[in-house]
């Protein structure tokens, strides 16, 4: 009887930290791992967001003291992260939902959605910066 010579099969490692650098994950793989990063950024912040909030809303000069605030530029960098946490934190959520209903689950349609969050989220994040800085 003759013998099927078996495949050869890809190994698959753990990575230590030091190894990244040389692992190229999966557009989906980042996909993933910057809306666990931007979900916990914006739960981290929501206090302070919220304080931030109530004390534009107690009085008219502590609104203007606090408009005055977001006139400096680190402020301007800081609300821009933030613009970009949640704005991909929405679009690969919309995504998931997708992926939720069994659309795009193969590995041509999951690495298509997955670039397609990070180009829109992108996008959307430079139309904030734009209007932010004073372009429009």
């Known amino acids: 009887m003759k013998e099927v010579p078996k495949k050869e099969r890809p190994v698959f490692r753990n990575t230590n930290i030091t190894?990244?650098?040389?692992?190229?994950?999966?557009?989906?793989?980042?996909?993933?791992?910057?809306h666990r990063i931007s979900g916990a950024g914006m739960f981290l912040m929501l206090p302070f967001l919220l304080y931030l909030f109530q004390l534009s809303l107690l009085s008219e000069s502590t609104f203007m003291q606090f408009k005055g605030v977001l006139e400096h530029?680190?402020?301007?960098?800081?609300?821009?992260?933030?613009?970009?946490?949640?704005?991909?934190?929405f679009c690969a959520g919309v995504r998931h939902l997708f992926m939720d209903n069994h659309f795009a689950l193969d590995k041509d349609g999951s690495r298509m959605?997955?670039?397609?969050?990070?180009?829109?989220?992108?996008?959307?994040?430079?139309?904030?910066?734009?209007?932010?800085?004073g372009v429009f």
């Open 113 to 133: 959605t997955a670039k397609s969050v990070l180009i829109v989220s992108l996008l959307l994040t430079v139309a904030v910066g734009l209007k932010l800085f």
């Open 19 to 34: 190894e990244l650098s040389n692992y190229r994950m999966p557009p989906s793989a980042i996909v993933s791992i910057l």
């Open 73 to 89: 530029p680190v402020a301007k960098i800081l609300v821009l992260g933030l613009s970009w946490a949640y704005l991909h934190h």
